[in-house]
Protein backbone atom coordinates (compact mmCIF):
# COMPACT_ATOMS: atom_id res chain seq x y z
CA UNK A 1 0.00 0.00 0.00
CA UNK A 2 1.37 3.34 -1.04
CA UNK A 3 0.43 6.81 0.97
CA UNK A 4 0.38 10.11 -0.81
CA UNK A 5 -0.37 12.95 1.98
CA UNK A 6 -0.89 16.41 0.52
CA UNK A 7 -1.60 19.69 2.30
CA UNK A 8 -4.18 22.16 0.87
CA UNK A 9 -4.59 25.83 1.70
CA UNK A 10 -6.88 28.56 -0.64
CA UNK A 11 -6.45 32.14 -0.38
CA UNK A 12 -8.99 34.56 0.48
CA UNK A 13 -8.59 36.31 -2.73
CA UNK A 14 -9.22 32.87 -4.70
CA UNK A 15 -11.88 33.76 -7.64
CA UNK A 16 -13.72 31.16 -6.84
CA UNK A 17 -14.57 32.76 -3.20
CA UNK A 18 -16.80 35.84 -4.87
CA UNK A 19 -19.61 33.96 -4.98
CA UNK A 20 -19.79 31.37 -2.71
CA UNK A 21 -21.12 32.59 -0.45
CA UNK A 22 -20.50 36.89 -0.56
CA UNK A 23 -20.04 37.61 3.46
CA UNK A 24 -19.62 33.98 4.27
CA UNK A 25 -17.51 32.63 2.00
CA UNK A 26 -16.13 28.85 2.07
CA UNK A 27 -14.21 26.97 -0.61
CA UNK A 28 -16.05 24.98 -3.11
CA UNK A 29 -15.62 21.18 -2.77
CA UNK A 30 -14.80 20.81 -6.04
CA UNK A 31 -11.28 22.82 -5.00
CA UNK A 32 -10.79 20.10 -2.23
CA UNK A 33 -11.48 17.42 -4.99
CA UNK A 34 -9.00 19.09 -7.41
CA UNK A 35 -6.49 19.23 -4.55
CA UNK A 36 -6.64 15.61 -3.80
CA UNK A 37 -6.18 14.72 -7.22
CA UNK A 38 -3.44 17.13 -8.11
CA UNK A 39 -1.89 15.35 -5.27
CA UNK A 40 -2.43 11.81 -6.55
CA UNK A 41 -1.21 12.89 -10.39
CA UNK A 42 1.66 14.37 -8.33
CA UNK A 43 2.93 11.04 -7.51
CA UNK A 44 3.48 10.28 -11.47
CA UNK A 45 2.19 7.07 -10.54
CA UNK A 46 -0.87 6.98 -11.09
CA UNK A 47 -4.08 7.86 -13.96
CA UNK A 48 -7.41 8.15 -11.70
CA UNK A 49 -9.91 6.18 -14.41
CA UNK A 50 -13.42 6.68 -12.38
CA UNK A 51 -14.73 8.87 -9.05
CA UNK A 52 -16.61 5.89 -7.27
CA UNK A 53 -17.57 8.00 -3.86
CA UNK A 54 -16.92 11.61 -2.94
CA UNK A 55 -18.47 12.79 0.22
CA UNK A 56 -18.18 16.24 1.41
CA UNK A 57 -18.43 16.34 5.45
CA UNK A 58 -18.12 19.70 6.60
CA UNK A 59 -16.56 23.17 5.14
CA UNK A 60 -13.08 24.57 4.99
CA UNK A 61 -12.44 28.27 5.03
CA UNK A 62 -10.90 30.79 3.20
CA UNK A 63 -6.93 30.53 4.51
CA UNK A 64 -7.23 27.58 6.71
CA UNK A 65 -4.71 24.65 6.49
CA UNK A 66 -6.25 21.38 5.11
CA UNK A 67 -4.33 18.02 5.04
CA UNK A 68 -5.28 15.46 2.80
CA UNK A 69 -3.88 11.53 2.38
CA UNK A 70 -4.46 8.77 0.01
CA UNK A 71 -4.25 5.13 0.57
CA UNK A 72 -3.52 3.62 -2.71
CA UNK A 73 -3.09 -0.21 -3.45
CA UNK A 74 -3.18 -1.76 -6.59
CA UNK A 75 -6.11 -0.30 -8.72
CA UNK A 76 -8.30 1.41 -6.09
CA UNK A 77 -7.16 4.92 -3.50
CA UNK A 78 -9.29 6.41 -0.96
CA UNK A 79 -8.86 10.19 0.35
CA UNK A 80 -9.38 11.87 3.53
CA UNK A 81 -8.98 15.43 3.90
CA UNK A 82 -9.64 16.98 7.04
CA UNK A 83 -8.72 20.78 8.95
CA UNK A 84 -7.63 21.40 12.81
CA UNK A 85 -9.36 23.77 14.75
CA UNK A 86 -8.84 24.80 17.88
CA UNK A 87 -6.86 21.43 18.24
CA UNK A 88 -9.82 19.04 17.03
CA UNK A 89 -9.43 17.37 14.00
CA UNK A 90 -12.70 18.21 11.75
CA UNK A 91 -13.10 15.62 8.60
CA UNK A 92 -13.98 17.98 5.47
CA UNK A 93 -14.10 15.02 2.67
CA UNK A 94 -13.47 11.51 1.70
CA UNK A 95 -14.20 9.15 -1.61
CA UNK A 96 -13.16 6.64 -3.89
CA UNK A 97 -11.75 5.81 -7.05
CA UNK A 98 -10.64 3.22 -9.67
CA UNK A 99 -6.74 3.73 -10.77
CA UNK A 100 -5.09 2.70 -13.85
CA UNK A 101 -1.34 2.77 -13.73
CA UNK A 102 0.67 6.32 -15.67
CA UNK A 103 0.99 9.52 -14.88
CA UNK A 104 -1.86 11.08 -16.85
CA UNK A 105 -4.71 11.99 -14.91
Known amino acids: M???EFDLTVPDD????????????VV????LL?????ALQGTGDFRLVHLKRVK??????PGERAQGHW???STRAIFSISVLRDGVPARLAEGS?????????
Open 2 to 4: TRV
Open 14 to 25: HPSLAGHFPGNP
Open 28 to 31: PGVL
Open 34 to 38: HGAMD
Open 56 to 61: FLSTLR
Open 71 to 73: EVE
Open 97 to 105: CTLAAGSAM
